[in-house]
């Protein structure tokens, strides 16, 4: 069973930093790209950034560059998203979702919310 | 910068019935790289149709896409009550605002 697991959300100051993870099972980790995509409470769906099997490629939206960081780690099959000064707009619900190359997000985790608030 | 626009915004619709929902480029998309994605509340997306035309597993042939270019459609023959749902569309690292299914 594929399977991606979120964890590390919760609320922080804005300003602060806070680290996503997940966890992959059921596929074999190396032959996917993985992604990070974000739902504000009650929005719509926006792509945040994603890596390359091997690590080598990392891209970002325009909203988070410079100020969040993609990795993986693939003896752990897992991948983090490093999130430096949050700001209030960065509230939403974090998905990792994997996909091959461009093509279509074909499994999603079930999310975690980060909550940035004084 | 490519904008996908999905309309209308919100359709409300009985068991039973036919829809067909749109997708609008604002530039030509690369067809394989474009999918529709559908989310119940408090759920994650799940992927409906991949590179424009084709059904992702496990999902019912009263589903199917068409489209190429800029103009892009899912349509479901014969809603089911679990059908009713938020449908986005998206190409590569763009996502479309979403199409609510709700029941009327």
């Known amino acids: 069973e594929v399977r991606l697991v979120e964890s590390g959300g919760g609320l922080v100051q804005p300003g602060g930093s806070l680290r996503l993870s997940c966890v992959a099972s059921?596929?074999?980790?190396?032959?996917?790209?993985l992604n990070w995509v974000r739902q504000a409470p009650g929005g719509g769906l926006e792509w945040v950034a994603n890596i390359r099997p091997d690590g080598n490629e990392l891209n970002y939206g325009p909203a988070v560059r410079g100020r969040f960081t993609v990795s993986r780690d693939n003896a752990k099959n897992s991948i983090y998203l490093q999130m430096n000064s949050l700001r209030v707009e960065d509230t939403a619900s974090y998905y990792c979702a994997r996909n091959r190359g461009s093509e279509a997000l074909d499994f999603w985790g079930q999310g975690h919310l980060v909550t940035v608030s004084s | 910068e490519n904008v996908l626009t999905q309309s209308p915004g919100t359709l409300s619709l009985s068991p039973g019935e036919s829809v067909t929902l749109s997708c609008r480029a604002s530039?030509?998309?690369?067809?394989?790289?474009f999918a529709w994605y559908q989310q119940k509340p408090g759920q994650a997306p799940r992927l409906v149709i991949y590179?424009?035309?084709n059904r992702a597993p496990g999902i019912p042939d009263r589903f199917s896409g068409s489209g190429s270019g800029t103009d892009f459609t899912l349509t479901i023959n014969r809603l089911e009550p679990e059908d009713f749902a938020v449908y986005y569309c998206q190409s590569h690292i763009k996502f479309g605002r979403g199409t609510t299914v709700e029941v009327k």
């Open positions: 059921g596929f074999t980790f190396t032959d996917y790209w």
């Open positions: 590179a424009a035309v």
């Open positions: 530039q030509t998309v690369d067809s394989r790289s």
